[in-house]
Every structure is written in C-alpha cells, then in structure tokens.
C-alpha cells in the first residue's frame, strides 16, 4: 500500500533526545525505537511516546523513521542480521514475521507479564516456534465491503449476508444511476481486496486451508471456496457494477467516490478511511463495513488486518526498560493514548481497551463481527506463502481478460516460485 511521506520535522517532535540509545548521568534511560514512515504510524509512535514518557520521566523514546514497504523491510532484516537494530521496532506480525528469523534476533516474550493485556487471539501473528515476540501496537482493520449508508437508507437496503443479497443490491443501486462496486486499479494494489478479504469465507468453507496451502497439499485453483474471490471480480466487471475509468482511478479517488455517494461500494481495508477524516468529516459515520458475503447467512463473518506488532531487539542493553515499554502499549493507557491521535480503523486487540463513543462506524461494525466471533486473520497472517504477482492478475480478471480459474492457476504458480525461495517443505 502506498506510504505518506514524512516531514523530519514531525519526527524531531517526538523527543528532544540525543541519538541511539543509552543511560546518562542523572539515571535517564533513552530507548531507540525503529518505525515506518507512513503517517499513521508517526503518529501513534508520537501518542505512545508522549503518553508513555509523561508516565516514566526516567525512560525517553529516540526515534528512527526508516522507509517503507520493501526498502523498509530488507533495512529492518539486516539491522537484525547485523546486531544493529534499534531497541524496540515496530514490524508487521504473521508470515511476515518468520523472515526475520526471531529466535534468533528477537526477545521472546511467553509468558511474561507484558503480554497480560494481550487478546490471546492475537498472539498467534506473533508467534513462531511456539514462542511469542510482540505486542500489538495499533488497531485492528476489516478487510471486506466499505458502503456508503446514505445511499443504503435512501434505497432501503440493508448490509447483505450472501453474495446473491449482495448482487441484488447492486442491480438496485445501479438501476438508481450510483456506481455500484468501486474498482480503482490505476492502484494496482486495490485489485487484491476482493480476494484477500474473501478468506473468511475459504476458511469457513475448508477450515485447515491455511495449513495445507502452506504444505503444498491444496492450491486455490482446485478449491471452490478459494476461487470464489476471482468469481466475484469476474461478476462484477460482466453485471457492468464498475465505474468508468475503472483502470485508470485511484485509491484516493475510490474512497472520495464512496464517501459523497457516488458509488455505494467499495472492496477496501478499514485502515484507508482515518486519514481523510480531514477533508471529509462525514466519513466517521456516513461509510460503513461488511465482511465479503459467502453463500450461507448463518455463517457470515469478516477478514481481519492484525495490527502491527512491536518487538524487542535481543541485541538490547536496555531490556527492562523496553518492556515496560511494551507493556503500556499493550494496555488500556496506551490504546487511549493512541485514540487521541489517530480513530482506530477497527478495535484494539488489547483486553479492557474499548473504542470511544464517536469511534469510526467501520470501527463499530468490524467490533459487531469480532463479538459474535465471526472473524479470521488474513491468510498472509497464517502462512508464510503469499505470491508477489497476485495484484497483475486480479487486475485482469476484474477487467475481463482473464477467467477466474484461470487466475486462480496463475497464482498458484506465482505462489510457487515463493514458497521454493523460502524452502518450505512440501513444494519440490
């Protein structure tokens, strides 16, 4: 996804602390602390600092905004290599955790108390080798439908349970001159959502897909339930749902669409709806979520994002402090700090932290699926196998130049070549 620039003056606000970390003279520990450089994550650092500090004046927080995405990664992978990593780093949970080596590089958390607060559905993101190593340092997203209700309650819809109820209302918005489904693939990234956020549904469907996808026992081209998000991205652009200009609309664009409803639908993260409070108020309560509809109601549920984690060097001379550290952000007090920056997209995986009153209606409808304990992590939480072409080819079958099982074939090669570079077992 794409990250916002940062000015270095946001950054210098954080702390008036020298570099790297170490103790002085008066007792004051300074913990180095190692983020992304989008926004969002600047400014939940901010919060946790500022909140944290004021708490313990003796520990102040360095921080060191690197680059995102893939620059981002392979910097966070040989600071680890090399001994070189801040003390406390802000890093993704699930399969993307397993690169980075973490019995080696990483303090292992189980069973302290750091992670009392903790929801224990989400320790298994953080988890490799039977060993936990983070804590969550943000809020959950939904990944599934964004839906403006204005134009729900001027049509007299409500939020579908089945795809076929889906479709209905889709052939009920079209028919009251409103786009549709939303399909923004200028962002080539926007293409995979309609897939990805239909994991729910695979699982539901084939409860151990996860663990045989990562064995090489199944693919998703011979799983009716996996292939069933190219489906949806095929239907969609053949009913005419999509907007014009599909190819060439942005992100930005996409959720501008939604939120003065002009389109009714949008498959999106929650996570995407905060930053443009800003320019449109009206977004807090005016978009709401739902999960990708499968075929049976009484199983209806959503895709969870898992919050980034934050971790521990091994490689820390500071490692008490560090934890306490953690612990405040895995907390009420720390989620609270958080509230205060940035709305959540989503509730806090952390026991006793709720979401404000005025929280985000996305945030208020994903908390409705995690209640009635009708969600899943994202398959890349679960499996360490995720192929780097699948947004080229969901954008030609949601374009029609493509059938469905045939992109479904092409992923599952493209998955191949992945799952080989990583060495699992199970794939030749």
């Known amino acids: 996804m794409p990250r916002a620039a940062v000015a270095a003056l946001t950054v210098v606000a954080l702390t008036a602390c020298g570099s790297g970390s170490g103790s002085s003279s008066d007792g004051t520990v300074t913990l180095s602390f190692l983020m992304g450089n989008d926004q969002s994550t600047v400014d939940t650092t901010k919060a946790l600092a500022n909140a944290f500090t004021q708490a313990n004046p003796k520990i102040k927080i360095k921080p060191e905004v690197i680059a995102g995405g893939s620059e981002g990664d392979n910097i966070v992978k040989t600071r680890l290599s090399t001994g070189d990593m801040a003390d406390v780093f802000w890093y993704n949970p699930g399969s993307l955790l397993q690169a980075l080596n973490p019995g ?21 993101v953080v988890t490799q080798g039977g060993k936990v190593y983070g804590v969550p340092a943000a ?24 795809w076929a109820e889906f479709m209905a209302n889709n052939d009920k918005v079209k028919a009251a001159g409103v786009t549709p489904v939303i399909t923004t693939f200028k962002d080539t990234w926007t293409s995979q959502v309609m897939v990805l956020a239909d994991y729910y549904n695979v699982q539901a469907a084939v409860p151990t897909f996860a663990q045989d996808y990562t064995a090489g026992k199944t693919k998703f081209a011979t799983t009716p339930a996996a292939v069933a998000g190219f489906q949806h991205l095929a239907e969609i652009h053949a009913k005419g749902y999509m907007n014009k200009g599909f190819g060439s609309a942005t992100n930005e664009q996409g959720l501008k669409m939604l939120i003065e409803g002009k389109g009714a639908h949008y498959a999106m993260l929650s996570l995407t709806l905060p930053p443009q409070l800003a320019s449109y108020p009206q977004a807090a309560t005016d978009v709401g979520f739902f999960g990708i509809p499968g075929n049976d109601p009484a199983k209806h549920g959503a895709t969870v994002w898992e919050p980034p984690a934050l971790y521990i060097a091994k490689t820390t001379k500071h490692l008490d402090e560090a934890k306490k550290f953690l612990a405040f952000v895995a907390s009420p007090a720390g989620t609270a700090a958080v509230t205060k920056a940035v709305p959540p997209s989503g509730p806090y995986r952390v026991e006793g932290a709720t979401l404000p009153a005025n929280a985000l209606q996305v945030a208020k409808d994903l908390q409705a699926y995690l209640d009635r304990r009708a969600t899943t992590p994202a398959l890349e939480f679960l499996s360490p196998v995720k192929g780097p072409s699948l947004e080229q080819i969901t954008v030609a079958v949601g374009s029609g130049l493509t059938q469905p099982v045939d992109g479904a074939a092409q992923y599952d090669k493209d998955v191949a070549k992945q799952a080989k570079q990583l060495g699992l077992p199970g794939w030749g």
């Open 104 to 124: 080696q590089t990483m303090v292992d958390l189980t069973g302290d108390p750091v992670l009392k607060n903790v929801k224990k559905d989400y320790l298994p």
């Open 139 to 162: 809020a959950a997203a939904g990944g599934g439908i964004l839906y403006n209700r204005k134009v729900y309650e001027r049509l007299g819809l409500k939020p579908p349970t089945t």
